[in-house]
């Protein structure tokens, strides 16, 4: 982004997108959809690859060199660590109150230590495979900080 800040003076701005993009409301109705049984995993996981597809179209869009999936695919911020490790309880833990776009209150449970933990996958990682005949694109390892084309 270049921007005028001062008459005769123009400074270019770098920025990376770091968290999470806004989730559809359809990625949002199909994710407590698949939590009622109401649609299987290869159907849920179809509207999230699509949800990803557009976040990356978005920020492809908007000229960004460096992409990242949105974090469509997480339920909460810390849910990667939660499905990556056992001995968790994933609802069993506080409540933290917060409230929607309408004023709605929310109730949104914390995991909580129920046994001794141990990881079953790793945390991190790429979130999003290339798609057959789509062009490679750079994306943030957050892990290490460096940038991976794939």
Not at 57 to 71: I, K, M, R
Not at 75 to 99: C, K, M, N, S, T
Request: glycine share 8%; proline share 6%.
């Amino acid at each position: 982004m270049t921007s005028t800040l001062a008459p005769n003076r123009t400074t270019t701005l770098r920025s990376d997108v770091v968290g999470s993009l806004l989730r559809p409301s359809w990625l949002k109705e199909a994710r407590a959809q698949r939590a009622e049984g109401a649609i299987g995993p290869a159907q849920f996981k179809r509207v999230e690859d699509r949800a990803v597809n557009e976040a990356l179209a978005l920020q492809q869009s908007a000229g960004l060199d460096v992409v990242t999936d949105g974090e469509m695919r997480r339920y909460a911020f810390y849910g990667h660590f939660v499905d990556a490790v056992e001995g968790l309880d994933r609802e069993g833990g506080w409540a933290i109150p917060f409230h929607d776009e309408q004023g709605h209150e929310l109730v949104l449970k914390r995991p909580v230590v129920v046994e001794k933990l141990r990881r079953v996958r790793p945390m991190c990682g790429l979130r999003f495979p290339r798609a057959p005949g789509e062009p490679r694109r750079r994306t943030r390892d957050r892990r290490r900080n460096r940038k991976r084309t794939g």
